[in-house]
């Protein structure tokens, strides 16, 4: 069926390195744009990172430019966050998120489960 | 940056009556040359990822009960639900998608009263 699987989640230290990784399955993964998204215990939403369907266009929020990157590998179906630096304020369940709409202007009408990131020394 | 502001942060409801979430943006998310209010609105039940509800300001996603509905225009939106059921207790979000960064409103927990 229609689903993403996020994988990756762990107990990181302070300026330490994690790659997420998010399976997709049922749908044409290459024809999407894909977004992370996270979430902080308890607290709203914040979005991460976009990137489009050829990989060409890439955004940041400015919580994480620089030490955040996303990828895509449309042969595998699968999106990747490699975070690096990371800081307690990272500490969030992190989805993968499907984009659709017009360019740089989507909505995420599909979400997976998400996985658990908690940055503690 | 766009902020997305939400009123109330929470709010209980009794079963069957109205329950209406506000959500206003910094600035306008209305995109002159189609029209189109760039505003989504997403519900998050304990436990589970969000689901998207409403696009375009007011276009139901597939599934989504007619119940729901959206309404405004350039800064200042409403999502109203007709006649709350049980099975709508859970957090609202809205979220802008004009420009990146996409944003989203802190949420509205609506509750039975």
Known sequence: ?121 | DIVMTQSPDSLAVSLGERATINCKSSQSVLYSSNNKNYLGWYQQKPGQPPKLLIYWASTRESGVPDRFSGSGSGTDFTLTISSLQAEDVAVYYCQQYYSPPYSFGQGTKLEIK
């Open chain 1, 1 to 121: 069926q229609v689903q993403l699987v996020e994988s990756g989640g762990d107990l990181v230290k302070p300026g330490g390195s994690l790659r997420l990784s998010c399976a997709a399955s049922g749908f044409t993964f290459s024809d999407y744009y894909m977004s992370w998204i996270r979430q902080a215990p308890g607290k709203g939403l914040e979005w991460v990172s976009y990137i489009g369907s050829g990989s060409i266009t890439i955004y940041y929020a400015d919580s994480v430019k620089g030490r955040f990157t996303i990828s895509r590998d449309n042969a595998k179906n699968s999106l990747y966050l490699q975070m690096n630096n990371l800081r307690a304020e990272d500490t969030a369940v992190y989805y993968c998120a499907r984009a659709v709409g017009g360019g740089r202007s989507v909505v995420f009408d599909l979400w997976g489960r998400g996985t658990l990131l908690t940055v503690s020394s």
